[in-house]
């Protein structure tokens, strides 16, 4: 597609329930970074998928957060048992080959609320 | 702690007028990169400025270096009120494994 694209763009769920969150990159992009965002804060760091490379995942708060990235292309981000601290936006962006190439580009994230 | 630290935390200024926004980090840079955010949703790459490099332009847009200060300007010309947004700079850290590092962010108010 034309741009990275992210779903759902809200997410209302119970404390306790699971979620998962899809990214579709620009077609071609090799690196996927998922970061997440709470209120008025900046970017926080979650996982870093390079081509076949093993991902990194150091940015992850707890076990309950994992991602896959299947066939190179889409990536989902689950969270399981949420808790009302995972509420946040959650960012997915693609880049050609990494970070000297121009930069990332955004999708329009996915706003979650814990309730 | 952030490798990226902004400052102002906010601007506010009249439509016309320049702002400026600085950006301090910590280790040593492969390059750093400018972003703008609307509404709390996706970022926009603005500029990116690399370690050998010391001034960038672009349209309204830029941006100094200062690898010996570890810090970085973004200056924006004649603002508009479409500029109101918060901004981002990220480094590309050597040791960060090819990931950027986001700051805080700059919250710019552009009054008309």
């Known amino acids: 597609g034309a741009g990275v694209s992210q779903s759902p763009s809200n997410k209302v769920t119970e404390k306790g329930k699971d979620v998962e969150l899809r990214c579709d990159p620009i077609?071609?992009?090799?690196?996927l970074y998922w970061y997440r965002q709470s209120l008025g804060q900046g970017l926080e760091f979650l996982i870093y998928?390079?081509?076949?490379?093993?991902?990194?995942k150091s940015g992850l708060p707890s076990d309950r957060f994992s991602a896959e990235r299947t066939g190179g292309s889409v990536s989902t981000l689950t969270i399981q048992r949420t808790q009302q601290e995972d509420s946040a936006v959650y960012l997915c962006a693609s880049s050609l080959a990494g970070t000297g190439s121009g930069g990332y580009t955004f999708g329009s994230g996915t706003r979650l609320t814990v309730v | 702690s952030q490798q990226g630290e902004e400052d102002p935390q906010a601007l506010s200024i009249q439509e016309g007028e320049n702002a400026t926004m600085n950006c301090s980090y910590k280790?040593?840079?492969?390059?750093l990169q400018w972003y703008r955010q609307n509404s709390g949703r996706g970022l926009v790459h603005l500029i990116l400025i690399r370690s050998n490099e010391r001034e960038k332009h672009s349209g309204r847009l830029r941006v100094t270096l200062d690898t010996s200060k570890k810090s970085s300007s973004l200056l924006i010309t004649a603002s508009r009120a479409a500029d109101t947004a918060s901004y981002f700079c990220a480094t590309d850290a050597i040791s960060g494994a090819g990931k950027l590092t986001f700051g805080q962010g700059t919250i710019l108010t552009v009054h008309p």
């Open positions: 998928f390079q081509g076949n490379s093993a991902p990194d």
């Open positions: 280790t040593s840079i492969n390059n």
């Open positions: 077609s071609g992009h090799t690196a």
